[in-house]
T-cell receptor, first 116, second 109 residues
Framework: DTEVTQTPKHLVMGMTNKKSLKCEQH?????MYWYKQKAKKPPELMFVYSYEKLSINESVPSRFSPECPNSSLLNLHLHALQPEDSALYLC???????????????FGEGSRLTVL | AQRVTQPEKLLSVFKGAPVELKCNYS??????LFWYVQYSRQRLQLLLRHISRESIKGFTADLNKGETSFHLKKPFAQEEDSAMYYCALSTGNTGKLIFGQGTTLQVKP
């Protein structure tokens, strides 16, 4: 399996809902990422996990809560989101953790989130 | 400050014409630079990286440290090259990849 798989592909939620986005990879990659992408804009980094530990949090609001249960899985828990949080959320992985070349990222297709 | 600049939002060329997508970066350390591509309805994927010095799908890119540039070139554009292209900078072993604003390449028949 050489892909990053994200579920769900589409999610609509209200501002009081709690939901989660899931990401899975079975390539043995040791770093995993969450990016947020608005229409016609580049991806913006949210979180980086290296060897299952959170290594970067780009000052993301606490209504987004990442979790890395094991080396193959990455979750993004969503609670009390705002309409401006509507975006495409991309998960990515890279072969090496801290100390290695990070640039080669493998992206999932994304979860398109709409907050009403 | 670490920054990637792609000055053109849209580049439109005819099939068979040469293509150059511009990328400039700002980084005080030793940069690792990449080009990522996103074809319509496909996932974002790596096109090439400067340390490999390879040609992928006819595209090449040379890192020019003096001009802090990493322009993407192809001598003869094909319609299937139409896509969004992002230049990206990796700032060492932090896990952070900084993307430029992207350039949409439109290759007309």
């Amino acid at each position: 399996d050489t892909e990053v798989t994200q579920t769900p592909k589409h999610l609509v939620m209200g501002m009081t809902n709690k939901k989660s986005l899931k990401c899975e990879q079975h390539m043995g990659h040791r770093a995993m990422y969450w990016y947020k992408q608005k229409a016609k804009k580049p991806p913006e980094l949210m979180f980086v996990y290296s060897y299952e530990k959170l290594s970067i949090n780009e000052s993301v609001p606490s209504r987004f809560s990442p979790e890395c249960p094991n080396s193959s899985l990455l979750n993004l828990h969503l609670h009390a989101l705002q309409p401006e949080d509507s975006a495409l959320y991309l998960c990515a992985s890279s072969p090496t953790g801290t100390g290695g070349p990070f640039g080669e990222l493998f992206f999932g297709e994304g979860s398109r989130l709409t907050v009403l | 400050a670490q920054r990637v600049t792609q000055p053109e939002k849209l580049l439109s060329v005819f099939k068979g014409a040469p293509v150059e997508l511009k990328c400039n970066y700002s980084y005080s350390g030793s940069p690792e630079l990449f080009w990522y591509v996103q074809y319509s309805r496909q996932r974002l994927q790596l096109l090439l990286r400067h340390i490999s010095r390879e040609s992928i799908k006819g595209f090449t890119a040379d890192l020019n440290k003096g001009e802090t540039s990493f322009h993407l070139k192809k001598p003869f554009a094909q319609e299937e090259d139409s896509a969004m292209y992002y230049c990206a900078l990796s700032t060492g072993n932090t896990g952070k990849l900084i993307f430029g604003q992207g350039t949409t390449l439109q290759v007309k028949p």
